[in-house]
Nanobody, 118 residues
């Protein structure tokens, strides 16, 4: 089992930045990809960014050039690994609940609200 805990959401003005964090614990050596999804009101959940254990990174077209996914090395006690989503040049269309996931939906965090508004 993998546990995921997100943090870093909030309210930001258009053009602003936020950084989301996702702390993974439990069976972290079973994780081959860490992902960020988002779900806006009335819309389906969409994959925003992914980073694999081999370092391959992918982004949705809507966030390319604005969002950056990254991750820390596994902690020295082999107990935790943290992934991040740096979001820049944000627009109201980025407003959504953002979810951290491991292995493309095998595990989910609780979600964190991101609101872009003036």
């Amino acid at each position: 089992q993998v546990q995921l805990v997100e943090s870093g959401g909030g309210l930001v003005q258009p053009g602003g930045s936020l950084r989301l964090s996702c702390a993974a614990s439990g069976s972290i050596f079973s994780i081959y990809a860490m992902n960020w999804y988002r779900q806006a009101p009335g819309k389906q959940r969409e994959l925003v960014a992914s980073i694999t254990s081999g370092g391959t990174i992918d982004y949705a077209d809507s966030v390319k050039g604005r969002f950056t996914i990254s991750r820390d090395p596994i902690s020295s006690d082999n107990a935790k690994r943290t992934a991040y989503l740096q979001m820049n040049s944000m627009t109201p269309e980025d407003t959504a609940i953002y979810y951290c996931s491991a292995n493309y939906g095998s595990y989910w965090g609780q979600g964190t609200q991101v609101t872009v508004s003036s």
